[in-house]
């Protein structure tokens, strides 16, 4: 079955601390993997994509087919990053399946 | 990217009644898709639209009860007929503008039903 677990609703981490939003994906073919972003009264909106391979607002994001792995993670966490974040995974046709989500809040 | 425009933002309504959503985009789109994100949970794709044909419509989800319009590249509308209680969720619509990979969402639509 195709499903895309993070298995943290909420993780609070402080000023500065690393950050590491975990995202685990079953799917039989080759995945496209990404991490949207919702922060507080804004619409969802495309943080990265595995494809990129690109570092948007100083968060990386490396796929881990052995582990079927995608987490998130960020060295030094900022007051700004404090929002909601979900995994998804395009299976194909228009599909995507999303993650439950992750709340992060950074505290000062 | 595509701007998408969603009303209403928010609505409560009474059991028993239907409410019509309206998802406006500022670019034509093949393809507009509607989702639910009911508390604390993830988003679930409702149906698919695609401009002059029936919507497809996911497991669990009937036209009966989300009917959908898509009259034209750029608007689409989802009903929500004869709601619950269990109807009350976050209504999302969004297009995927640039091939697969990045969805582009509107504000949503919080539906209460009491």
């Known amino acids: 079955a195709q499903r895309v677990t993070q298995p943290e609703k909420l993780l609070s981490v402080f000023k500065g601390a690393p950050v590491e939003l975990k995202c685990n994906y079953s799917?039989?073919?080759?995945?496209?993997l990404f991490w949207y972003v919702q922060y507080s009264r804004q619409r969802l909106q495309l943080l990265l994509r595995h494809i990129s391979r690109e570092s948007i607002k100083g968060f990386t994001a490396d796929l881990n087919k052995g582990e079927t792995s995608f987490h998130l993670k960020k060295p030094f966490a900022q007051e700004e990053d404090s929002a909601m974040y979900y995994c998804a995974l395009y299976s194909g046709t228009y599909k995507y399946i999303f993650g439950t989500g992750t709340r992060l809040k950074v505290l000062a | 990217s595509a701007v998408i425009s969603q009303k209403p933002s928010r609505d409560i309504c009474q059991r028993g009644t239907s409410l019509t959503i309206q998802c406006q985009v500022d670019s034509q789109v093949t393809m507009m898709f509607w989702y639910r994100q009911q508390p604390g949970q993830s988003l679930t794709l409702i149906a698919t639209a695609n401009q002059g044909s029936e919507a497809t419509y996911e497991s669990g989800f009937v036209i009966d009860k989300f009917p959908i319009s898509r009259p034209n590249l750029t608007f689409s509308t989802l009903t929500v007929s004869n709601m619950s209680p269990e109807d009350s969720s976050i209504y999302l619509c969004?297009?995927?503008?640039?091939?697969?990979?990045?969805?582009?969402f509107g504000e949503g639509s919080r539906l209460t039903v009491l």
């Open positions: 969004s297009v995927e503008s640039r091939g697969p990979g990045e969805l582009f």
């Open positions: 799917y039989s073919g080759s995945p496209e």
